[in-house]
């Protein structure tokens, strides 16, 4: 895979979108971040005693309240810590053990994963790993061939995503990701894309035109495009209630421009769904305005046909958004105005 | 000198070549080096007064006139002959040093040959961007233009009072061959050159300056690529090893012993086989990844080799930067140190800003063989300093007024309390992590010590972290250095000790203690957020500013410097 056209600002932005706690801390703010809350734990445990827990912000801390695993929960919390991991000894040798036997040199990244995330829910059952917050249970594990229809149903192979995000006038940053033999062969960023698109008006509303011309053009066929403002991105990730998505589409707040199928599972099913059938009363205005209309058409029309979350058998923006509230008190990425 | 590194990958797109400069003083002996021959300085120092600017005129050693914008001789006057005598007091490195360094004057080795400024017959070439075409951010970076709101607004030429930022073709900053004509010394040239939006600087010459052998840097998450060998199956006829390796720690001890082995004998003959192919020997530096503070490799090979290492990442903290760069700088056989200007797209990522304050502290640490990782995108991490099609980023130019600034703190002899680290006691920890599979030298690089992965073990060697805690708090300048001693005490070097600025609140500031011809300095770096106040310790001390005594103020990571007034 071949990364370029980021510069350390809009590949911090990028990142942190979606995984805040990863924010970059300046070398003097250590202390600060020994303080913050956040960070992850980390337990090596047995039997009932702490053979060493490292946290990943304050360096190695004490458990005073340690009373085995069930206490993992309580002893995350009180180091304000949102995500914990406890292992007994030996589970880590184990978990390598596991995934080194079942590893195959032909298996492609989404196998590799997928065979890593099931032996860690093997010791996770067995006992000897435990997680705050527990994902294990609301995320099953689909064999790799729905994975990779997903995928597929996603990203087709030969076609590109991409996503551009602004920060008023200014292309802020945003990826085109290239899909060639069955695997993500480009990531292109915001510095490229610049660069085939030419001076932009500072509008997504209406650049987005600009931009897939230009990567359909130079890249590959888009498969689908998003295009909005970074913190209203941010925000829709953060937010838990259903139809925010739709909303923030049909009101023009995100751009999607090809609009794939699987957008709609992006947009909330249930939200869509609401719009065109029992829940009229929400988005009324919306569709005498005519906003609405397109989307809406589309949506339902591919709503029988895929279901992520049918699919997968869980919705992969939740799990996100599950991370993105949980780091809410990492700092937020917009205190580098000096960023050059 | 210093500079080279990241100005040369800014010159080269192709970035496939690593240049350093010479090293830093002598690894922090508290004795005055053995006087030795090894060449003289020849030449006519050219006089200050023919600098035009102020850069040219203090590396010239001349006096600058602000109120007439002049270089005046009649204080810095100095003659290429002064450098034998700074050789024979301080080393000849030095003394050859501040010879190449003054233009006019250059070094004669015994053997007759000569060594000359790298700049002179350098070469800077591009085209100047014209200041109207400059957006609002890139025009404050660019030598010579200023962004204005007045109607028209736009971004315009200045005339600087600096006339090295008024050239609009990059060959003005080409050094002239003679140097009697010279009206602006290469070094400054060179400098400006690179600081100026559309130009970059070719040296004269490729000479090799290091070769790094092994497997890095960059390996950023492993201290030693033979600790895949825990895996069971890699490890052949060797019987298992229990995790975590305690108790009992013997079976511990000797695995870590066992890889360390293992990664010498291949460092060794790789650096055997790199001198049979016919690399000089003193351009050699062999790789160790992950802290140093933490690997027995580091200190096994440290004492006899040059080794390359790679600063920490933001994520360590200024103190742990400091920490393990003091330690690499002073390493007997010397180190060469690799900055970051980036990150790998798998590691959280850094802002840019991040990485030049990493690097600062990193820097004043005493980092003065160094390599800027990531200084091209060939690298592929996020953040190098030329983009995809070889342009500078808006950080480069920073990079690059870093770097020069950094040329100017002082190097000499390490004065200070040098803290006792034992092989035993590092073995020890490392087998007493208790963590494995996870590596103590990644844990050690995000700024976990041995000593806090280790706390809980019955009998774990506390790694002087109380005493190293007393003297930060205290601002005396101090260091580890490898010793094998059995009971090992600090070296406390008479009167430096009490040499401490006065630090408020306490322990805000990273101090290094320098003994250099013209007297001795202090670096202070300040480690925390907050501002902070320094104050020089009794006598007659002058800030980089020119301040005479006074305290001064210091906002997170930056560093000042205080030179003891001797007449």
Redo the contacts between chains.
Sequence with gaps: MR???????S??R???LVAPG?A??????????ARAEGGAL?V?YQETG???A?H?LR??VTLPGWEGPASLEACARALQTRFAVAAE??A??EL??RV?GRLDPKDGLAETALLVADAVRELAREGELHMVPSLNRSVPLPPPEVVQRAWDAVLPDGYCFTMALYEGVELETGFVARRRGGAVDLVLGP??LRRLTGPLGGDFRRDHRVIRAAVEREVAPLACGVFAPTATVRELLREEAAGAWARAIATRDVVVDPMPPWIAMAASAGAVRAVVSRSRRLFAGLEVLGLLGPFAAQATGVLAGLDLKGLLGFDPLDIIGVIVRRSESARRPSD?E??? | MRTRSLLLLLALPACSGTSTSSTTGDGGTATMPDQSSGGRCTGTAVEPRRMTDITSCQIQKGDWDSTYQECDSKVGKQSCADFDTSAAAYGVDFGKRGCIEMLGCAWTNDDGTVEKNAYVGGQCFGTVAPCSTLEQ?RCN?QLGCKYTTVAPAGCKPTNSRNPLDNYTECGNYTPTPDPSAARAHPIALHGSCLRKIGCSFRLADGTVARIIVGHGPPAVLRDDFFEFD????ARGDDAPVS??HHPPLDAGVAEVERHCAHAERFLLHLHDAAIRAGAPAEALALAVTGGALASPLALSLGASHRLALSAPP????????WREVRFAALLPGGAHVSLRA??P?FE????????L??AR?ALAAGAGDITVQAGC?GH?W??ALL??RADP???A??WAALLLEADTWPRGVERGVALPLRRADVVAARAA??????PAGL?AW????LD??T??RDGAPDGGRALEESLAAKGVAHWWRPSDADDPAPDVADGWASLTPAVTPPGAALVRAVEQPRGRSLVIC????APIQVAPPPGRWRDDRGVVEGPRALP??EVVVWHEVTS
């Design positions: 990364i370029t056209g980021f510069d350390a600002r590949w911090h990028l990142v942190t990863f970059s801390h300046a070398p003097v703010a250590s202390e600060r971040g980390f090596l702490v053979v060493r490292l990943s360096g190695a000894v030996g880590l040798e390598y053990e080194g510095e490229a580098d000096h960023e050059p | 951010t970076e825990h895996h069971p199956d995790p975590p933001t994520r360590a903290g200024a103190t742990g930067i980036g990150a797209p959280p990522p850094t802002r840019a800003t991040h990485t304050q990493a502290v995108v592929h996020i953040g983009d995809e980023r808006a950080h130019v920073r992590t208790g963590v494995h599979p996870l844990l995000v700024g976990m010590r806090e992965l706390a809980a300040s480690r925390v957020e997170g990571a």
